[in-house]
């Protein structure tokens, strides 16, 4: 499956624009880590708070250039004939969130060999884009599936400044901490104690999610 998910991703080049945002967005804090050698933290923890508040967005680029190729290649026609997609659905997910991994991996080689942040600055990083922030994946792959690839940028377009305000605000009432989808943005402020909890939250969360996503999906008579 991983061998094949890299074939069909290799055939997408659109996937590197979305690669090229990720780089300028990285360059960017890292220049401006660079330039205030004293503030590298402050700087590195400002770039993984707004790209959590912004994995939606680039989630939804993903999923649509995906979308779009399925179209383009005439493959749709036949996964709606499938008694069961279920399977063609988790393959799916699993192919936009290999890419996401990829990318993540490569910004974060980047600050490694730009930046002399200790490694356990990383953590957070890969806590949050990596495991937390895969909450809205589910959502973003049936929005994109049963309604076209421009609703699902719709949507990642809306949850900018709803991540951006529930993520970066400092809400006197902690609203936040009932809201899932905004966990990733609030990594630092999940206690050690705590962090656990919110990662199994997020995974009963996605769960819930995939298993309604796919449920739809089998029952979705594509029109």
């Known amino acids: 499956m991983l061998k094949a998910n890299l074939l069909k991703a290799k055939r ?3 996937l590197l624009g979305v690669l090229v945002m990720l780089v300028c967005y990285s360059t960017y804090f890292i220049f401006k880590a660079r330039s205030q050698p004293s503030t590298e933290v402050y700087w590195f923890k400002n770039f993984v708070v707004y790209l959590n508040c912004l994995q939606p967005f680039f989630f939804s680029l993903i999923v649509a250039v995906q979308r779009r190729f399925e179209d383009q290649s005439s493959n749709f026609n036949r ?3 499938l008694p069961s997609r279920s399977k063609w659905l988790l393959n799916f997910t699993a192919q936009t969130y290999l890419i996401w991994i990829l990318n993540l991996v490569i910004m974060n080689f980047l600050f490694v060999c730009f930046t002399s942040l200790a490694m356990k600055n990383y953590l957070m990083f890969w806590l949050s884009l990596a495991i937390l922030g895969c909450v809205w994946l589910p959502i ?3 929005i994109s599936i049963t309604y076209g690839y421009v609703a699902d940028l719709v949507i990642g377009i809306i949850a900018i400044p709803f991540t951006i305000y529930y993520g970066t605000e400092q809400l006197g009432t902690s609203i936040w901490r ?12 999940i206690s050690s104690q705590r962090l656990v909890w919110f990662i199994l939250i997020i995974a009963v969360v996605t769960l819930i999610e995939q298993l309604l996503a796919n449920w739809c999906f089998n029952n979705w008579l594509g029109n």
């Open 12 to 14: 997408q080049p659109l």
């Open 79 to 81: 996964i709606l004939a």
């Open 140 to 142: 973003i792959d049936f």
């Open 178 to 189: 009932i809201i899932p989808w905004v966990y990733n943005a609030k990594i630092y402020l």
